[in-house]
């Protein structure tokens, strides 16, 4: 299924988002979040739209059930769009930022400094690849793409 697939099944509606919002609140048994992130739209554009996740947002966060909102998604592209729209308080990368893989570092980390967005960081262990643990008793060596001989030379440098 491709992407385009995905978001004409996805209801990215503020009217969906609401009540999943009401709902959750009421299970938790509390009466506000920190903070409320869309977690991994694809594509980002329907939550930005007029109607879309990030309006719902919104409004929770103005009927004070939410104080910060924003995305928690892969696509450094995808988090400069969020920033872009003026609209959101922090973001979470996804694998963009970590011994392998620094794609946030020159985009995302610098334009939401800029914009005084919160940037959480995610799977910074990447696959389990950065946790002191031989690749190899993760994955045969026959399989081994560049990240998994980049995390065996960091986990032996690291042993010396």
């Known amino acids: 299924m491709g992407s385009s697939d995905l978001a004409e099944k996805a209801d990215y509606s503020a009217a969906r ?6 709902d959750q609140l009421d299970v938790l048994g509390i009466g506000k979040f920190d903070a409320l992130l869309i977690h ?10 007029s109607g879309g996740t990030l309006e719902g947002l919104e409004t ?10 924003g995305y928690g998604m892969h696509h450094p592209s995808f988090h400069l769009e969020a920033i872009a729209s003026g609209r959101i308080d922090v973001l979470l990368t996804y694998a963009d930022y970590n ?3 620094q794609d946030a570092a020159n985009g ?15 799977w910074s262990i990447r696959e389990g690849l950065l946790t002191g643990v031989p ?26």
Do not use: Y
């Open 17 to 22: 988002v609401l009540p999943d919002i009401e």
């Open 40 to 49: 991994g739209p694809w594509p980002v554009d329907p939550t930005l739209a």
């Open 60 to 69: 929770a966060r103005d009927r004070g059930w939410v104080d910060f909102i």
């Open 99 to 101: 011994l392998l893989n």
């Open 108 to 122: 995302v980390l610098p334009a939401a400094a800029h914009a005084d967005i919160g940037v959480l960081n995610a």
């Open 135 to 160: 690749v190899q008793t993760q994955l045969p060596q026959r399989k081994w793409e560049r990240r998994h001989h980049r995390a065996e030379s960091i986990r032996v440098w690291c042993e010396k």
